[in-house]
């Protein structure tokens, strides 16, 4: 839960690839694998799907401009990159990204409470590649929750904030 919470802070300073030593350790031990790729795979897809919720936003308040970033950038969070959705969309909105780490938080506790083991490798919705295959339904069924989620908490929250987004991106 904590590492779902702290991953995309981590990737903000460049941090999150400390942990891929960490990873290469777990892989070699008689683990087989890592328990924290999985959690990486899911704050990637999390962020992604927050930025598609933020180009509903933009949509309903026909800022054009905005919502081809925030559809662009939902497609790379998707597939991992997830930088373009986190700096370019979510943190100058806020919400958004509050909705993709407080979710990746719940979903990372639920990988970790069902021991997921993965190998390291692509982020997003391919990682379910680099997931060991016993863990697959649990994984898939995370993962359908990470797309849904994060979208519909950053629409509902759109609605609650105090300044709208057409006055954070004229700033």
């Not at 802070?9 to 008689?30: E, K, N, R, W, Y």
């Not at 407080?102 to 190998?119: D, E, F, P």
Request: charge should be positive.
């Amino acid at each position: 839960a904590i590492y779902g919470l702290l991953y995309a802070p981590l990737v903000i300073t460049g941090l999150h690839h400390m942990f891929l030593a960490v990873d290469f350790q777990l892989m070699g031990s008689s683990l087989g694998g890592t328990y924290l790729w999985p959690i990486v795979a899911i704050s990637n897809i999390c962020q992604g799907s927050a930025a598609f919720g933020a180009w509903f936003v933009y949509k309903r308040r026909k800022m054009v401009k905005e919502e081809g970033l925030a559809l662009t950038s939902c497609i790379s969070g998707m597939l991992g990159v997830t930088e373009p959705a986190m700096f370019g969309v979510n943190l100058p909105l806020k919400y958004p990204f509050i909705a993709a780490i407080s979710t990746s938080c719940v979903l990372g506790a639920i990988v970790g409470m069902n021991n997921v083991l993965g190998k390291v490798g692509v982020g997003g919705v391919p990682a379910f590649i680099s997931i060991q295959k016993e863990f697959w339904p649990v994984y898939l069924i995370v993962t359908a929750i990470a797309i849904v989620v994060p979208c519909i908490l950053t629409i509902v929250m759109s609605h609650f904030s105090k300044q709208k987004a057409k006055e954070i991106v004229e700033d």
